[in-house]
C-alpha cells in the first residue's frame, strides 16, 4: 500500500534551493501558480497561489527575464516519480521576498 501525504512546511535551514531565470508562469492544477526556468526541465509551483492572492499576470512582470531563488523541500510522491515537480515554499528575486511559507 502507498500512502500519499502532504508537502511537508520545512524551515529556511531544512529546504532546498534553486537559483534560474524565469521564462514562464502560468496557471496549473488547481489554482496553482507554475514557473519554469531556463535551461531547466524541473516544474516549480505554489499550491494553490491563486487562492492565497497571487497574480500571474504582476508575477509575469515582475519575474519573467530575471534572477529567481526557489526555496522547496525535500519531497517524493509515487504521482511525480521522477522528482521534477517542486513545491515552492520560497520565491526571492533581487532581495525581495515574492512569497513564503516557511517555518519560522
Known sequence: MIIIGPVPIVSEDEAL???GIV???YEGGTKDIV???ENNSD???IN???ERGLKISLLKKKLIGK????KYPKHWTPLDWDNSSKHI???E???EVIFNELKK
Not at 67 to 70: A, K, L
Open 48 to 50: 494553490r497561489g491563486l
Open 67 to 70: 534572477e529567481v531563488i526557489f
Open 43 to 45: 516544474v516549480f509551483y
Open 17 to 19: 534551493i534553486q537559483k
Open 89 to 91: 515554499s520560497k520565491v
Open 35 to 37: 514557473f519554469k526556468l
Open 23 to 25: 521564462s514562464n508562469v
Open 93 to 95: 528575486t533581487n532581495s
